[in-house]
């Protein structure tokens, strides 16, 4: 299929999208996570709020991105997949933290 010069050829760009809000999630929740043994859990559920939020519009974006890539022929798949597992990283990095933090100083 040839396209016109007035009709742009079809991207995902929504799984781009993806890959960068989930890296920006995981950043800030592996950063947070270095430094959080002893810290309030009110700062912890302030983070929580704020990795889960791009983590959660990664997650999405990605779905949908994996959605449009099998009607565009796979393109930019591994993309949109990288941005749903880097979306679920942070809720996991925290979960875990949040466990292993309770078990160790016992709150």
Excluded: E
Excluded at 39 to 52: Q, S
Excluded at 73 to 80: D, S
């Amino acid at each position: 299929m040839s396209y016109s010069p007035q009709m742009a050829a079809p991207n995902n760009s929504l799984a781009l999208a993806s890959v960068i809000l989930g890296a920006i999630a995981s950043g800030i929740a592996f950063a947070v996570g270095t430094v959080s043994y002893g810290m309030d859990p009110l700062l912890l559920i302030l983070t929580l709020m704020v990795t889960g939020v791009p983590g959660l519009l990664a997650i999405i974006f990605g779905f949908i991105g994996v959605s449009t890539a099998n009607r565009l022929n796979g393109k930019r798949r591994a993309q949109a997949v990288w941005g749903i597992v880097l979306g679920f990283s942070p809720i996991l990095a925290l979960f875990l933290g949040g466990i292993l933090r309770a078990g160790f100083i016992g709150l």
